[in-house]
């Protein structure tokens, strides 16, 4: 469950836990080399949306589709039919790998983040995350690093050096 959300990005209680099988496509596309899953409803208006699989996720839920007997993804007991909440699961995962407490909801912030960091434009961030504007993902969800800051920033000199002779070059061929 935690690679679903940390390739996906989906807000588990409203997205994630209530997917089911019929919202997956694991045939690559000419748009999705791995399938997509479709969010049918969530949050707000803007959490329908389409995302595209990792090659990760695909082969995850290939394998769990292979044994799964339920119309979802993650079947639960209770009236819903599917997971409600993994709180106690995860924190046992946490304390047996000897990590410092999070909430499973960060795998969310993740996502966001190595989107970010991947160079994916604001738009198509937003887009992904479903939210209504790519200001709600740049302050709740991208946390950018200072090496990410450090690369970017040798972008832009490359790209000031390339000015830089390109503006030499008309120059040059002004005065001949």
Known sequence: MALRAVDTGLRPNSELFPLEWTD?????TADAAFGVLHVRGGKTSSAARVVPLTERAQEVLLRRKQV????FVFPGP???GHLMSIKHAHDGAIKRAN???FPFYCWRHTFGTRCAESGMDRFSLARLMGHSAPSVAERYYIHVTSTHVST???KFLQYHAQLAIESFSERSEMVQ
């Not at 997956?24 to 690559?28: P, Q, V």
């Not at 799964?68 to 119309?71: G, P």
């Open 24 to 28: 997956i496509l694991l045939e690559g």
């Open 68 to 71: 799964s007997a339920s119309r």
């Open 78 to 80: 209770g009236v819903q």
């Open 99 to 101: 990590l410092r407490p």
């Open 152 to 154: 970017n920033f040798e």
